[in-house]
């Protein structure tokens, strides 16, 4: 079986800068990564537009206001950068010289910017909202509707040795691990397959009824179809030359992602999910890993699904 032609091209990274330290570690593994692959890195701080009435504050538009905002941010980062990240370079440039600061609404400005300028990864650290995350403003438009896979770093980035990608079997887990392979193969990583064999009642939540009388199943028999059909699906994959292992678990799939995680330095997931839980919107697993995964989460968008945002 050949993988599905996704493969990890940062050839063009763009990474989002807060003012202050927030983003710190995001912008490291940013630059990181560009170092290690040879692609151009973008920095982008998008300042929110100040609105006032109708008449001007001290002789200022709405626009000028903006505008010196967006420089004043410009100054803050570029001196923040120098500083905190004076050692950094990328193609021998520091990174106060890949700034951007834009004005406008930030979920739209980069979006836009990462369309327009081919964008293959977007790099995000913690908003500081991470474990309440309601996929609100910027978190739910990037997740959502970002067409390149977007990374989430939220602590010191470490040297990719281990990737871990959680399949379901499922059409759109193939173009992720696929992609999670071009990835391993770049950063010249070990890839771990983790599937996680889900009890049927707990598909069941409250409020839905459950089937009345025997069910036409054992629990063991549908474990035993599933660990026969990620046996086949690991044997006849096309790993083209990269390291990997396999594991099948009987457990909660959040549950073990985050407490497999500090054994590799990135996990990969699809935004999608086979629930019809709240969080559908990424995928309820997805949503939990993002909300309290210590290791990084690499989000690769299924093209075949769209939001309505």
Not at 7 to 21: D, K, M, P
Not at 83 to 104: E, I, M, N, Q, W
Not at 298 to 303: A, I, Q, R
Request: hydrophobic content about 45%; charged content about 20%.
């Amino acid at each position: 079986m050949n993988a599905p032609s996704r493969t990890f091209a940062a050839q063009r990274i763009l990474a989002c800068v807060a003012e202050g330290a927030t983003s710190d570690h995001a912008v490291r593994a940013a630059a990181a990564i560009a170092e290690r692959t040879g692609a151009q890195l973008d920095l982008l701080h998008v300042v929110p537009p100040i609105l006032v009435g109708p008449t001007t504050f001290a002789g200022l538009s709405s626009e000028n206001l903006s505008r010196q905002r967006a420089e004043q941010a410009q100054q803050s980062i570029a001196a923040h950068l120098s500083h905190r990240h004076a050692d950094v370079r990328v193609a021998g440039r520091p990174l106060s010289d890949l700034l951007t600061v834009s004005v406008g609404s930030p979920a739209r400005v980069v979006l836009d910017r990462a369309r327009e300028s081919a964008c293959d990864l977007l790099v995000v650290g913690d908003s500081g909202k991470r474990k309440q995350l309601d996929l609100g403003g910027l978190a739910r438009a990037l997740y959502a509707r970002a067409e390149c896979p977007v990374w989430t770093q939220v602590e010191p980035p470490r040297a990719i040795e281990r990737v871990l990608v959680p399949i379901d079997l499922s059409e759109s887990s193939r173009g992720v691990l696929a992609y999670a392979l071009s990835l391993a193969r770049t950063m010249n990583a070990r890839l771990h397959v983790l599937e996680c064999f889900v009890r049927p009642e707990l598909f069941y939540g409250a409020g839905m009824d459950v089937p009345a009388g025997p069910l036409p199943y054992t629990i063991d028999s549908l474990r035993n179809v599933e660990y026969e059909a990620f046996g086949r699906f690991v044997e006849e994959f096309d790993w083209q030359g990269v390291q990997h292992s396999a594991e099948f678990v009987d457990d909660d799939p959040a549950r073990a992602i985050l407490s497999a995680q500090d054994r590799f330095q990135v996990i990969v997931m699809g935004t999608h999910g086979r629930s019809a839980l709240a969080a559908a919107l990424l995928g309820s697993v997805t949503w939990q890993v993002l909300r309290l995964a210590r290791t990084p989460v690499l989000t690769v968008h299924d093209k075949g699904r769209s939001f309505a945002l």
